[in-house]
């Protein structure tokens, strides 16, 4: 069965700190996905990894990912209040019927539950 | 706005009884997957449609169902319904055989009572 673990779940931080949120999977997959949800919201996507060693960014967002230590990071630079939410991380199950490319669906992490205050 | 879109947006209904929640993917895009949102189990897939056939299942029980009708849109079927099926349902898309990029709609959140 695969397993998403993030950590920490819960992040309490100050603006203009630098904080990152880990997320470990139990699978062999290459592609790894992180999103934003905001309460009563949808999920946002943030960066999709397709191979080992891939960095994304976009503002004060960083991910990257290792799929030889089957570990994604999702780095914060400079928080600022409007990055309150929460962050999951998901990764492909791979058990589609069929062979070939295409997203799969997604077993996420529990999330991290992120606070920023001013 | 990811172009999913959903409805209806809140449910409320009683143990027992059945619905069924409506999901029209982005335009051109040719899967959609079922996902449940708890407190308990925190997100989980359902089911995955591509261009109207079953392609894979997730932790769907078995008074869930789900199809995809030739124009794309999808359909959730829910029926004996127990409280702890109280949750956020989300329909997500994705474009083609080779996409990896699964845009969420908003959700219908139904309430069990």
């Known amino acids: 069965e695969l397993k998403v673990e993030q950590n920490p779940l819960f992040l309490s931080m100050q603006e203009g700190k630098n904080y990152t949120i880990y997320c470990n999977y139990s699978?062999?997959?290459?592609?790894l996905y992180w999103y934003r949800q905001d309460p009563g919201k949808s999920l946002e996507s943030l960066f999709v990894?397709?191979?080992?060693?891939a960095v994304k960014q976009e503002g004060r967002l960083m991910a990257s990912l290792d799929t030889k230590a089957r570990l994604s990071t999702l780095h914060i630079t400079a928080a600022v209040h409007d990055l309150s939410a929460t962050y999951f991380c998901?990764?492909?199950?791979?058990?589609?019927?069929?062979?070939?490319?295409?997203?799969?669906?997604?077993?996420f992490g529990k999330g991290t539950h992120l606070i920023i205050q001013p | 706005d990811s172009g999913v879109t959903q409805t209806p947006k809140h449910l409320i209904t009683a143990t027992g009884q059945r619905v069924t929640l409506r999901c029209s993917p982005r335009s051109g895009d040719l899967s959609v997957y079922w996902y449940q949102q708890s407190l308990d189990q925190g997100l989980q897939f359902l089911i995955q449609y591509y261009n109207g056939e079953e392609r894979a299942k997730g932790n769907i029980l078995e008074r869930f169902s789900a199809q995809q009708f030739p124009d794309l849109h999808s359909e959730l079927n829910l029926s004996s319904l127990e409280l702890g099926d109280s949750a956020l349902y989300f329909c997500a898309s994705s474009e083609t055989w080779s996409s990896y990029e699964q845009y969420f709609g908003p959700g219908t959140r139904l309430t069990v009572t």
């Open positions: 998901a990764v492909d199950n791979g058990n589609s019927m069929y062979s070939g490319g295409g997203a799969d669906g997604l077993t």
């Open positions: 699978t062999t997959s290459d592609r």
């Open positions: 990894l397709l191979s080992n060693g």
